[in-house]
């Protein structure tokens, strides 16, 4: 059996509730506990619970070979690559349950990987060259092997991948899968970049061959086509007769003359015979055997081919392109044991009566394998990054590449790169009908009609996939027929994303049939930038999604509208549509390099250029401000009069910069010079809530008011569909909600996570889990925090680089929650100097804050001390009233336990509590106490009143904080200890340093980090 996926699978489930699981999604269930008689002889073993790994083990010792299904949100053990073939399944849906079983092909516990070049053990985690000393693998390297290893020969995506070794819980676009690939063949191939074990498959993916027998495997003369040469030997084994098709160059000829062995029967090259009843006698000649008389074109036919069966012959008859019956007379001629026949055509026979295989062209890697083996068989050299260059301009044409590699040497590769605008005419050197690239295309083009020659010229407009509908949006007339006239002759490749021209066809048509190529473009571009603008529009609601595939299918014609020129209205448009996946998928520096290209062509049209340094500012907002600043503001006063919407959002982004570089003040000021403007509900809405959330740290609104006020407005974004406006405004709150009581943080931001997966922003994704990871973190769950985290690393790492600090920062606190002191010392040291030379004033006091209390609990109130007044400082700097009564209450802390009681008293009572947190109530109040305490001189009114604060907590955090307070007025030593421990309760960092404090008051020890 091959695969465990299918309707009435054999299961056996060792739950009830895995066995209902299964029967819902359709497949037999052999029972619903595991008896170990039954694992001999079902298709897959469904198991949840701690011990899963360990039954698996046991059976796997006894040599039940059954695939596992584990059903499981932790992560697997380190020994999983020996106990494949496993699967695990995230959740409890039958939709899951089915892409599970589709993943659980036949395998074996892999101990060891039999390669190419040596042996992987799996147990030891070491690759055993058959030559050579021994490699150490990582514990992800040995996964990744033992997940492909179980599925040899099976292509895996990236998203399997990432699901079932990197243990995502969703797939995210990272190129962790490709780097670690690139990793693990350097170690285990003679040449990573000639692999033969770990293999790149077409449109995305990798599989892992077994065994040493590849080498001898027969090859077609072009890389990349071996395995398609086994699916046509084995098509041809079957059905006896087989017409290969494609476009000019993709090495039709080559691939059928592979399918016949050398010298085990005829080729017959027909190019230019144009009657059937000729074709009899051509074969008769390569046979070297005279045809009888009087023979009609079956009788011939049937004569040559009885010929050949005699004497077990294959048959090729190639370019049969002027012979469109001849394929289905040879199929009704040859019986199930006759001669085999390969036919090659550039277009399909016009019945169905025979098997039709479309060659296609190479792809990138492979391609550029093939520039660069030829091009050193001709004396030349190319660098293995400008073959990948290269590649896609030559189409992946075996031709196209030979003649390439012919000019390498004269031309170098980087003058041939230059010169590839000129392809029809450089690409030459071949012999006869190959001597240049367009003497292959002209055969082809000779051959259609006006109406598909016209048709032909029109589609050289689209320079990436198009759909036949797209065709007619530029298209006058009816295209229908001439369009299947196009694709039968091969002329218009099918493509993943639709149809497409290749490079060299769309040359040699727009050579041909100018003036329709131009018009068609000109006509393309007005038809284009509308739609770009709706689809760039779209991509902040519910429908994100589908425009931002739109924008990734036009991505060619994009770039290529760019390169033609436009107007500069249309030519921004342009851009945005660029950027919106740069944005997605691209680098800042890649995005500023766009803007470069076209700010001279924008000076003429202030709106097009205000849009441009919008675009400009939003890339630098993260690491260079001042420079963003300066963009932002300029936008804002360019698009004011003419585009008041995008000055709007102009200045929002303003507002954002200037709140981390000239204070809250001057961030309010940019959004209040828009009230009474005519807005989009959308952009009303955020500016209400920035301006909300400026109000709230000037103290001109009320905490508890803003808070719920901005609830409000991620509500009525959400009702408008503005997802990604609601998840800006609601990632803002979460931290509110924690500090007023109002409501549950994680559910917010796990909604807002919902809305996040729907978008095309991995930025603000990744932003996501890291406010997933906060309040998991805040809750004590410390590995979900943690999961969090990567995930959100994993997400900023290439896209945005900078954010991994943030992601440092949140997880430090995390593990500062955890009891992990020194690690999360370090890593919010590096944060909070990389702050400081950045000049973020409120990532500084935020930093410090953290730092400060955690200095203290490990027994270094002086170094405390300094962290609470760098807060302070940086947190008037900001102008945030918050930041600065909390520093204030870290500086009392740092006081307190410097022995210098009196002082912190006085620091402490200058401390607002209207300007704190729930948790900074407590804390200054208990603080507050223990001064009083140290002084010998308790407060009644003091206490009674931080008794009253404990009481009106609820939940584990409540309790908690009860138990503090109350084991501190009863001097219980004990629990104190116990509880200045804790890691696994929510907020577990300030429980620890209430209950510390107590025991510092009771002069239980004499510093922190004691007890």
């Known amino acids: 059996m091959d695969c465990y996926a299918g309707p009435m699978a054999r299961i056996v489930a060792d739950t009830p509730g895995l066995a209902a699981l299964a029967r819902r999604a359709g497949h037999h269930v052999a029972a619903d506990h595991v008896d170990a008689r039954l694992l001999r002889a079902v298709e897959a073993v469904l198991l949840e619970g701690t011990d899963a790994w360990d039954r698996l083990r046991g059976w796997r010792a006894g040599g039940v070979r059954a695939g596992a299904v584990i059903l499981t949100r932790a992560a697997p053990p380190v020994d999983r690559a020996r106990l494949e073939p496993v699967v695990l399944l995230r959740e409890a849906a039958p939709e899951a349950l089915d892409v599970a079983l589709e993943r659980l092909f036949d395998g074996r516990p892999a101990g060891t990987l039999e390669l190419a070049e040596g042996r992987v053990d799996l147990d030891r985690g070491v690759f055993r060259r058959s030559m050579g000393r021994d490699v150490g693998l990582t514990t992800q390297e040995v996964r990744l092997l033992g997940y492909l290893g179980a599925r040899s020969g099976r292509p895996i995506s990236r998203e399997e991948l990432q699901l079932q070794v990197w243990d995502h819980m969703k797939p995210v676009p990272t190129r962790a899968v490709d780097m670690a690939v690139s990793r693990v063949r350097k170690k285990i191939e003679a040449r990573h970049d000639h692999p033969r074990s770990l293999l790149t498959v077409r449109h995305g993916g990798y599989r892992l061959l077994l065994g040493h027998a590849r080498g001898a495997t027969s090859r077609v003369a072009y890389v990349g086509h071996v395995e398609l040469e086994r699916e046509l030997r084995g098509l041809l084994a079957r059905d006896r007769v087989l017409v290969l098709i494609g476009p000019p160059g993709v090495g039709k000829s080559a691939t059928a003359r592979q399918l016949v062995p050398a010298g085990a029967g005829p080729v017959v090259d027909l190019y230019g015979v144009d009657r059937l009843d000729a074709v009899p006698g051509h074969i008769a000649m390569a046979l070297r055997t005279p045809l009888p008389d009087a023979l009609d074109v079956d009788a011939g036919l049937r004569w040559v081919l009885d010929a050949l069966g005699r004497t077990g012959a294959s048959l090729v008859l190639d370019h049969v392109d002027a012979l469109p019956g001849l394929a289905a007379r040879v199929a009704a001629l040859v019986g199930p044991e006759g001669v085999s026949v390969v036919l090659t055509a550039r277009a399909a026979p016009p019945t169905g009566d025979v098997q039709v295989r479309r060659i296609p062209p190479l792809d990138a890697e492979e391609a550029a394998e093939l520039l660069r083996q030829r091009a050193e068989r001709a004396g030349g050299t190319i660098d293995p990054a400008l073959a990948l260059e290269l590649a896609p301009l030559l189409d992946g044409l075996p031709l196209a590449i030979e003649l390439a590699a012919g000019r390498v040497r004269a031309l170098g590769a980087a003058g041939l790169k230059q010169w590839m605008d000129a392809r029809l005419d450089v690409l030459g050197g071949g012999q006869g009908r190959h001597a240049t690239l367009r003497t292959a295309i002209e055969g082809s083009w000779a051959r259609l009609g006006p109406a598909a020659r016209h048709l032909l010229a029109v589609l050289t407009a689209f320079d990436g996939p198009f759909e036949p509908l797209d065709a007619s949006s530029v298209a006058p007339d009816p295209i229908v027929q001439p369009w299947i006239e196009l694709v039968d002759s091969s002329l218009v490749h099918p493509d993943p994303g639709g149809f497409r021209l290749l490079h060299a066809i769309r040359d040699f048509a727009a050579e041909r049939l100018p003036e329709v190529a131009a018009e068609a473009r000109r006509a393309h571009l007005a038809w284009l930038v509308p739609h770009v603008g709706a689809w760039v529009g779209a991509l902040r609601g519910v429908g994100a999604r589908e425009a931002f595939d ?339 209450l870290a500086l009392g802390l740092a006081q307190l336990y410097d022995g210098r009681p009196a002082e912190a008293g006085e620091t402490l009572r200058s401390v607002d509590a209207n300007l704190l947190s729930s948790m900074g109530r407590h804390q200054l109040a208990t603080r507050l106490c223990c001064a009083h305490r140290i002084l010998g001189a308790p407060d009644a009114a003091l206490e009674h009143a931080m008794v009253a604060l404990a009481m009106e907590e609820v939940g584990a955090f409540g309790e908690s904080v009860r138990a503090v307070v109350l084991a501190g007025r009863a001097a219980d030593l004990a629990a104190l200890a116990e509880l200045g421990g804790a890691t696994g309760v929510p907020m577990a960092a300030e429980i620890r340093l209430l209950a510390k404090t107590w025991r510092f008051a009771l002069g239980a020890t004499p510093s922190l980090s004691a007890g």
Do not use: K
């Not at 700010?599 to 420079?627: C, D, F, H, I, K």
């Not at 959330?693 to 009702?719: F, H, K, N, P």
């Not at 945005?800 to 593990?815: D, F, G, K, N, S």
């Not at 100097?833 to 409120?842: D, M, S, T, Y």
């Open 550 to 888: 739109q924008l990734v299918r036009r991505r060619a014609e994009l770039e290529a509208g760019l390169a033609r020129g436009a107007p500069p209205e249309a030519l921004i448009t342009l851009v945005e549509g660029l950027d919106a996946l740069l944005w997605t998928y691209g680098t800042e520096l890649e995005r500023l390099e766009l803007y470069a290209r076209v700010e001279e062509a924008m000076a003429g049209s202030p709106v097009a250029a205000g849009r441009l340094l919008l675009r400009r500012g939003l890339t630098l907002q993260n690491r260079e401000r001042a420079a963003a600043l300066l963009d932002l503001d300029r936008a804002v006063e360019l698009l004011r009069d003419e585009a008041p919407e995008t000055a709007a959002r102009a200045a929002l982004a303003a507002a954002r910069a200037a709140r981390w570089t000239e204070g809250t003040r001057a961030s309010w000021a940019r959004v209040r010079g828009f009230e009474g403007e005519a807005l989009s509900d959308e952009t009303r809405l955020r500016m209400e809530a920035w301006g909300l959330l400026c109000a709230e740290v000037l103290r001109e609104v009320e905490l508890r008011e803003s808070t719920r006020r901005m609830l409000g407005i991620v509500d009525q974004l959400e009702v408008r569909g503005a997802i990604w406006d609601a998840s800006r405004v609601a990632l803002a709150l979460p931290n509110h909600l924690r500090l007023l009581g109002l409501g549950d943080p994680l559910a917010l931001v796990e909604r807002v996570q919902h809305w996040t997966e729907q978008l095309p922003d991995p930025r603000l994704l990744g932003q996501t889990l890291i406010s997933v990871g906060v309040e998991y973190g805040a809750l004590g769950q410390l590995d979900a925090a943690l999961e969090a985290f990567d995930r959100a690393e994993a997400i900023v790492r290439t896209i945005e680089p900078v954010r991994r600090l943030q992601v440092l920062q949140q997880r430090a606190c995390a593990l500062y929650q955890a009891g992990e002191l020194e690690r999360a010392q370090l890593d919010l040291e590096r944060y909070t100097a990389w702050c400081e030379e950045e000049g973020n004033a409120l990532g500084t006091a935020d930093g410090c804050l953290f730092l400060a209390p955690l200095a203290c609990e490990r027994g270094m109130p002086g170094r405390a001390e300094a962290y609470a007044t760098r807060a302070i400082d940086a947190s008037r700097r900001a102008e945030n009233d918050h930041l600065l009564h909390h520093a204030r």
